[in-house]
């Protein structure tokens, strides 16, 4: 991760550090030499098996929740650089326990910038999520409200302050709770592999990639912005049946229905977005809007055109092949090792 100074002395605060992101995102500060790198959680458990697998000394633990100020505020001081992972991310769980949601989402958001500001941190980067564009369900609905409240925040910085910006990424491949696991586990049984809706449309990012669009965000973020990774898609159906002949499973796919408050594709960026976005390669950044409350001069002076720019889905983006979803899975560490522990060959043959 390039900076300005020396990683060494550089001190990290992961929120939500024991879950999938935070795990690989500790590897790799570690792997950059940064000097303390201090996991945020409210799992003790998770926390005591991470501090002994790890067995690193760089690595501190703080018992919290994002929900408490006060906690949040005693592994802040002397932090650096923020990344905000915390947060209730299953769609069904979230419907049934909405004001859960708010609690942790939006209001341990705030209080996790608010006290990053308030220790003068040099970045926060909150991670958001593909659901929070066009949201239809609690979870997001509220990680939208998080962006809005990370960038109301950003616009009372200046320069040479805080630096807040936030991203979005879509389905996470293999990270806990996800459908890959889950996946596996009933190849592994013997059961049936059930989907959804076959067709239903997906972003797929390996967790690898999650890490370089938060680094991509830290090194490149202005006041406000939010980030997202170019990424191709498939659907469920495909996914389900590349499991199937990786794991030569004779399981049955068998659809269930669709869950509470999910949708057959998700956006990245909206049209009004795309409009404004930047492209960055591999990556596109979107601007906070920065206009006033006065509206009055927009009526006369207009704004852009956005007819000839659509939504950033999951719909019209690159779609992978049935072969790329296999040669996709294959590159996880995770597949391949289960792949080894069910007696078949790691290169898909």
Same mark, same amino acid.
């Given at each position: 991760m390039?900076?300005t100074?020396n990683p060494?002395s550089k001190?990290?605060?992961?929120?939500?550090g024991?879950g999938?992101?935070?795990k690989?995102?500790?590897k790799?500060l570690?792997d950059?030499g940064?000097?303390?790198i201090r996991?945020? @959680?409210?799992d003790?458990w998770?926390?005591?098996?991470?501090?002994?697998?790890?067995?690193?000394p760089r690595?501190?633990?703080y018992i919290g929740?994002?929900r408490?100020?006060a906690?949040?505020? +005693?592994a802040m001081?002397?932090v650096?650089?923020?990344f905000h +992972?915390?947060?209730l991310?299953?769609?069904?769980?979230c419907?049934?326990?909405?004001?859960?949601? /708010?609690e942790?989402?939006?209001?341990?958001s705030?209080?996790?910038i608010?006290s990053?500001?308030a220790h003068?941190?040099?970045?926060?980067?909150?991670?958001?999520?593909?659901k929070a564009v066009?949201?239809v369900n609690?979870?997001?609905?509220?990680? +939208?409200?998080?962006e809005?409240v990370?960038?109301?925040?950003?616009?009372?910085m200046?320069?040479?302050?805080?630096?807040?910006?936030?991203?979005?990424y879509g389905?996470v491949?293999?990270? %806990?709770?996800s459908v890959?696991?889950?996946f596996?586990?009933?190849?592994?049984?013997?059961k049936?592999?059930?989907t959804t809706e076959?067709?239903m @449309?997906r972003?797929m990012?390996?967790l690898r990639?999650?890490?370089a669009?938060?680094?991509?965000a830290?090194?490149n +973020?202005r006041?406000?912005?939010i980030?997202?990774?170019?990424a191709?898609?498939?659907?469920i159906?495909q996914?389900?049946?590349?499991m199937?002949?990786?794991?030569?499973s004779?399981?049955?796919i068998?659809?269930i229905?669709?869950r509470?408050?999910?949708k057959?594709f998700?956006?990245?960026?909206? /049209?009004?977005e795309?409009? %404004?976005?930047?492209?960055?390669g591999d990556?596109? %950044?979107?601007?906070?809007?920065?206009?006033?409350?006065?509206y009055?001069?927009?009526?006369?002076?207009?704004?852009?055109?956005?007819?000839?720019?659509?939504?950033y889905d999951?719909h019209?983006?690159?779609q992978l092949t049935l072969?790329?979803?296999?040669?996709l899975l294959l590159?996880l560490?995770e597949?391949q090792?289960?792949?080894?522990?069910?007696?078949?060959?790691t290169?898909?043959?």
């Amino acid at each position: 991760m390039a900076t300005t100074s020396n990683p060494k002395s550089k001190t990290v605060l992961i929120t939500g550090g024991t879950g999938s992101f935070g795990k690989t995102m500790v590897k790799h500060l570690l792997d950059q030499g940064y000097g303390q790198i201090r996991i945020f @959680s409210r799992d003790e458990w998770k926390q005591e098996d991470m501090r002994v697998r790890m067995a690193e000394p760089r690595l501190k633990f703080y018992i919290g929740d994002v929900r408490s100020r006060a906690s949040v505020d +005693a592994a802040m001081d002397g932090v650096d650089l923020v990344f905000h +992972a915390a947060a209730l991310k299953q769609v069904p769980s979230c419907e049934f326990f909405p004001m859960q949601a /708010v609690e942790t989402n939006i209001i341990g958001s705030n209080n996790v910038i608010e006290s990053a500001v308030a220790h003068g941190v040099d970045c926060v980067v909150v991670l958001g999520t593909d659901k929070a564009v066009y949201p239809v369900n609690a979870m997001g609905m509220t990680k +939208a409200v998080m962006e809005k409240v990370a960038q109301s925040i950003a616009r009372r910085m200046g320069d040479g302050h805080t630096r807040i910006c936030s991203v979005r990424y879509g389905n996470v491949m293999y990270s %806990r709770g996800s459908v890959i696991p889950l996946f596996v586990r009933q190849i592994r049984e013997g059961k049936p592999i059930t989907t959804t809706e076959n067709s239903m @449309s997906r972003f797929m990012l390996p967790l690898r990639d999650s890490v370089a669009l938060v680094e991509f965000a830290f090194q490149n +973020a202005r006041q406000g912005d939010i980030f997202i990774k170019k990424a191709a898609a498939c659907t469920i159906g495909q996914l389900a049946q590349a499991m199937k002949e990786l794991f030569k499973s004779d399981s049955e796919i068998k659809m269930i229905g669709i869950r509470h408050g999910e949708k057959m594709f998700e956006a990245l960026a909206s /049209v009004a977005e795309m409009a %404004r976005a930047e492209d960055m390669g591999d990556f596109m %950044r979107i601007p906070m809007d920065e206009r006033e409350l006065n509206y009055k001069r927009f009526f006369t002076e207009g704004d852009s055109d956005e007819t000839k720019f659509e939504d950033y889905d999951s719909h019209n983006t690159d779609q992978l092949t049935l072969q790329e979803v296999k040669d996709l899975l294959l590159s996880l560490p995770e597949i391949q090792q289960d792949l080894i522990d069910a007696g078949l060959s790691t290169d898909g043959s």
